[in-house]
């Protein structure tokens, strides 16, 4: 590679990479970075401080104060993307023509200007997200934040045609790649980044069932009550529920139930240690959007995953998995696992199935063509 630079614009500081889309964008950096391609990261600030780790991985790094008034909620342009627009980092990013990655929908305000009309433009979707948000309002308790998603959701879906200026669209699953592809004809599949290299799941048998997500999270609340309440109160297994700031609901909730622990806010060294030690890791979702980085990393590093279909929406990731949709399904399925030692065959299976196409590595390559193409 001669000298490549890449301009990467993203909709939060992405380390750390502690939930969702921002360890898809970190890692992305990471390993496009140890490739030698130099990289002019741009971050929207939205609750994260800056972070010297990004100095040390990218050419440059450049912050810009994102517009949370509540005026950008009576815009017609989408809240999420209209709060990240900013006369700043288009003028960087004018100072020269490399190519340049949006990550999302929400930094897409870019592709307005006609002057990035004839640029190698690339957005990376992280989920159709007009979907996402009708999804979240369904499950929304709140009458004013049921109202706001559902009209953000509204808006996400007229609001998705300025995709078609971009001259690149990669997904992260085959549902969202052919839909687009439908559309624009211009979407690549190409799997979420991840912290792994290798898988380093243990053999043998765990000590817990863990369910981790971040529990500030919507749509992670709604699974983790649904999961206590349906499934580990109904086990005799130690279960260990385990993320970022978890609401009072939930502590009060996990607190009845003697079996069920809930951890809060573990560092990235004690989530890793909870996840290869657990036997059986327990994921549930109502949204079949996007691709969960909890599932990759359960993969990667755990022993058994026990998820439901939508979980694996849009992936090949059913085959390492064991599925389950109803209360009664995961129950029979703890009970059948819950003695079954996790083995070589199984390990030897999930590399062969990871690292076809999960692998960080091919993914990358494959980012690279498209860049310099």
Same mark, same amino acid.
């Given at each position: 590679?001669?000298?490549?630079? *890449? ?45 010297? $780790? ?5 050419? #440059? ?24 627009? &900013? ?43 007009? $979907?996402?948000?009708? +999804? ?43 839909? +687009? ?28 069932? /863990?369910?981790?997500?971040?529990? &500030? ?49 573990? @560092? ?15 994921? %549930? ?7 969960? /980085?909890? *599932?990759?990393? @359960? /993969? ?8 439901? &279909?939508?979980?694996? @929406? ?43 196409? %999960? #692998? ?14």
């Amino acid at each position: 590679m001669n000298d490549q630079h *890449l301009h990467i614009v993203s909709f939060n500081i992405p380390y750390p990479a502690n939930y969702g889309g921002i360890i898809d964008v970190y890692n992305r950096i990471r390993v496009l970075s140890e490739s030698g391609v130099k990289i002019h990261l741009h971050c929207f600030e939205y609750g994260r401080p800056h972070a010297p $780790e990004l100095e040390r991985l990218c050419f #440059s790094v450049n912050y810009y104060k994102r517009d949370t008034s509540v005026r950008n909620l009576f815009c017609k342009t989408p809240y999420i993307c209209c709060s990240r627009r &900013s006369n700043e980092l288009i003028n960087n990013l004018l100072q020269d023509d490399y190519p340049l990655l949006i990550e999302g929908l929400h930094c897409c305000e870019i592709l307005r200007d006609k002057r990035f009309e004839k640029r190698n433009t690339i957005v990376r979707i992280h989920n159709i997200e007009h $979907e996402y948000y009708r +999804l979240l309002a369904k499950q929304e308790k709140s009458l004013l934040r049921r109202l706001y998603l559902s009209n953000e959701a509204k808006k996400l879906r007229k609001y998705e045609d300025i995709l078609a200026k971009a001259r690149h669209l990669i997904t992260v699953n085959q549902t969202e790649n052919d839909y +687009l592809n439908a559309k624009y004809g211009t979407a690549t599949l190409i799997p979420s980044f991840h912290q792994f290299d290798d898988v380093c799941s243990l053999q043998g048998r765990g000590s817990h069932i /863990l369910y981790h997500a971040n529990l &500030s999270v919507p749509e992670n609340i709604v699974a983790a009550k649904w999961l206590t309440t349906n499934v580990f109160a109904k086990t005799d297994l130690a279960v260990k529920i385990a993320g970022l700031n978890p609401p009072r609901e939930l502590r009060n909730l996990t607190a009845k139930y003697q079996n069920i622990q809930l951890i809060e806010n573990p @560092s990235d060294t004690d989530m890793q240690v909870l996840i290869q030690n657990a036997h059986i890791i327990i994921m %549930y979702t109502h949204q079949p959007t996007g691709l969960k /980085l909890k *599932l990759l990393h @359960s /993969l990667f590093a755990g022993r058994f995953c026990l998820v439901n &279909s939508n979980m694996v @929406s849009g992936t090949s990731l059913a085959q390492a998995c064991e599925l389950a949709d109803t209360p009664n399904d995961f129950l029979a399925k703890i009970d059948r696992l819950r003695t079954m030692p996790f083995d070589d065959n199984q390990i030897d299976h999930r590399i062969m199935l990871l690292t076809n196409d %999960y #692998s960080n590595y091919r993914n990358r390559d494959r980012i690279i063509k498209i860049i310099e193409s």
